[in-house]
């Protein structure tokens, strides 16, 4: 009977051990499929860009573009976006913050509040005296803290005309226009991963745009 038994033994250990280098192998074929952090690589080949709508109460819709710039500062930045948190760089160096001064540029134009089908010349559009009580305000975000912009000073501004495609109603159309801003804005000591913030409000500080431009 003892026989028996360690003959068994022997046999099941020895099973036991023809597998252990299978499940170790096993581990190494797993530990060697797994794919490190996927990294996901943003270029600003022109500038930050930015877009958004807004509306006033009662009154029109309008839609705003534009961008920041400083130089060629953005066209050669990257970003490198993972799991393990925002690098960025131009070339080789790693880069933390913005440049001393950037150029925020935008234009504002009306459109449609309802983009449904409507007669030509009817709706409410943007005018002059209108664009004259909105008020801008400037911000750095970050998070959910916005601290106001130091230093802003207004470089160039234009009120263009908009032309409609039916040329010859152009004197019983209401006037359009697209207003266009350029600013210089301080942006010294400010990372990278803050945002630019533009808050339009009305005549009674009620906000009626906001936009960001983020990296």
Not at 77 to 96: A, I, P
Not at 122 to 148: A, C, F, H, I
Not at 177 to 194: F, H, I, K, Q, R
Request: with cysteine; net charge neutral.
């Amino acid at each position: 009977m003892v026989p028996r038994v360690s003959r068994y033994f022997c046999l099941l250990l020895a099973a036991i051990m023809a597998c252990l280098p299978s499940a170790a192998n096993d581990t190494q074929r797993k530990k060697k499929k797994e794919k490190p952090p996927e990294v996901r690589v943003e270029n600003y080949f022109g500038g930050v860009f930015l877009i958004g709508e807004g509306g006033i109460p009662h009154g029109p819709c309008f839609k705003i573009n534009g961008r920041v710039t400083s130089g060629d500062f953005f066209n050669d930045l990257k970003s490198y976006d993972s799991d393990d948190g925002v690098l960025f760089r131009r070339g080789q160096n790693e880069v933390t913050d913005f440049p001393e001064n950037v150029f925020l540029s935008f234009s504002i134009h009306d459109q449609p509040c309802d983009y449904g089908i409507q007669p030509v010349g009817t709706g409410v559009y943007l005018t002059p005296q209108e664009m004259s009580t909105l008020q801008l305000s400037l911000y750095w975000k970050n998070g959910v803290d916005l601290r106001p912009v130091g230093k802003i000073k207004l470089l160039n501004h234009s009120v263009d005309p908009i032309m409609p495609y039916a040329k010859t109603l152009v004197d019983e159309l209401p006037k359009r226009y697209l207003w266009t801003y350029e600013l210089g804005v301080s942006a010294a000591g400010v990372p990278l991963t803050d945002s630019l913030v533009l808050i339009f409000r009305n005549a009674e500080g009620h906000i009626v745009a906001r936009v960001a431009a983020r990296l």
